[in-house]
């Protein structure tokens, strides 16, 4: 069971959100609140999934509550729905491009679309709940999404993807902002020139009448020729590389002639059409490539390796410590007096003498068991190449997991995730085994 909880006062908002849940309720609990202290005490208890943030609530301090998550990456567990009361307030916060926020809406918007929201994110959860906690080390993830012509779609997709890479350390900070950019203005020049055929004229001459183009989108996507064509997002993400292909079922356009210069008059490429879209992703990927009929582009971007984005506030005040190539972090059998997370770097697990696995950045921390069980060191752990850790004391952690208590309750789903993956594992090679004997 999700929970929801709905930062709210509004009567319109609690409404929809009950409704909904009710619909769900095999799948989410709702929890309403609206004074600013309680949220945030909530908030750190129970790291709820999934929160509702009314900035139509006047009673509420939204921006306090956004950046009190924002502060600390173990709250980016789950996502925000954000709901304002107009247009202009929506462009506001999507211009943060705030990567625990998965679609903002106007309350007329949020009453339409609340219920297909949650089925997005049930269908999608996998990267919206667990992207908090880490993945098994080395594995490729690779699937596909397709969705209809709808500017929310784009929002969602683009917004959760991108959250889904930072949070789980495979771009830095610095990339997050652009990627999502990019993604966004490659999918909209697919919904609009591909799918919808909008050309650059048509655009400009609808929003000097109308002051917006979603009406446009919505005429064009409800005419017959266009009504079933699709966007489809197809991803492959591994420690080396990030790569997305975006596919529409339009007509294709000469990308030649926006990505290549003009030899003879040497002058940059025009970028009126679908021109923005592509010099903005290339400035963030450096290269994509379409296919011959140009409905169809591939951006990609390197991984970021070996470097945690997920370091708790607490946890910036302790000392942190270096380590060169095959420097001991601690041997087997000694005391288990300190913890640590991992910053940067990989580390070699030996049991006696024979290495039985390699910690990253994804492991988080570094001799947890045998700290939190007052145990002695079950294993020699040495760095591979240059590495950072920040070392914590039993008494300085055990007193920040008092101050801050959603610290304990984060770790025990990351332990328990991580049990989870080990005896998934196990199960593997027992039957990998059994099928070898017969």
């Known amino acids: 069971m999700k929970k929801i909880l709905t930062i709210s006062s509004n009567p319109e908002v609690l409404e929809t959100v009950k409704n909904a849940v009710f619909t769900f309720s095999k799948y989410f609990d709702g929890e309403y609140l609206w004074e600013t202290t309680q949220i945030i005490t909530y908030i750190n208890y129970e790291l ?25 990456p173990w709250l980016h567990y789950g996502g925000i729905i954000a709901v304002c009361a107009t247009k202009g307030k929506k462009r506001t916060l999507e211009e943060l491009q705030d990567s625990n926020i998965l679609c903002v809406l106007t309350i007329e918007e949020f009453k339409e679309n609340l219920e297909r929201l949650l089925k997005l994110i049930l269908a999608n959860q996998q990267f919206i709940f667990h992207r908090g906690l880490q993945n098994d080390i080395g594995n490729e993830e690779s699937g596909s999404f397709s969705f209809h012509n709808d500017l929310l779609d784009i929002h969602f997709y683009s917004s959760f993807l991108v959250a889904y890479l930072y949070n789980t350390s495979r771009i830095s900070a610095q990339n997050r902002f652009n990627l999502q950019m990019a993604l966004s203005e490659l999918l909209n020049n697919a919904l609009e020139h591909g799918n919808l055929e909008i050309s650059f004229e048509e655009k400009t001459n609808w929003m000097m009448e109308n002051g917006e183009i979603v009406s446009l989108i919505r005429k064009k996507a409800a005419e017959e020729r266009f009504k079933d064509r699709k966007i489809k997002i197809q991803y ?46 290339k400035g963030v990927i450096g290269k994509l ?88 060191r079950s294993a020699t752990v040495l760095a591979s190449g240059n590495c950072r850790l920040i070392k914590i004391p039993k008494i300085d952690f055990l007193d920040m997991i008092k101050k801050n208590p959603h610290y304990g309750i984060f770790l025990s789903k990351m332990l328990s995730q991580r049990l989870y993956n080990q005896t998934r594992q196990t199960i593997t090679l027992k039957k990998q085994l059994m099928e070898l004997k017969k």
């Open 48 to 72: 709820p999934e999934l929160k509702i943030l009314d900035y139509t609530s006047e009673d509420t301090d939204c921006e306090t509550i956004l950046a009190t998550i924002n502060a600390d």
């Open 236 to 281: 492959t993400l591994n420690d080396n590389y990030c790569t997305f292909t975006i596919t529409d079922d339009g007509n294709g356009f000469d990308w030649r002639k926006y990505t290549e210069k003009n030899d003879e008059l040497d002058e940059e490429p025009n970028t009126e059409l679908h021109g923005r879209g592509i010099q903005l992703s």
């Open 289 to 376: 490539t379409y296919n011959e009929k140009g409905n169809e582009v591939t951006l990609r971007i390197k991984s970021q390796k070996d470097a945690s984005n997920n370091i708790p506030v607490a946890m910036r005040s302790f000392e942190t410590v270096t380590f060169k190539d095959k420097d001991v972090i601690f041997r087997e059998n000694e005391k288990s007096n300190d913890l640590y997370f991992i910053v940067s770097g990989k580390y070699a697990v030996y049991s006696g003498r024979k290495l039985v696995s390699i910690l990253t950045p994804n492991d988080m921390f570094i001799g947890e068991m045998a700290f939190l069980l007052n145990d002695r």
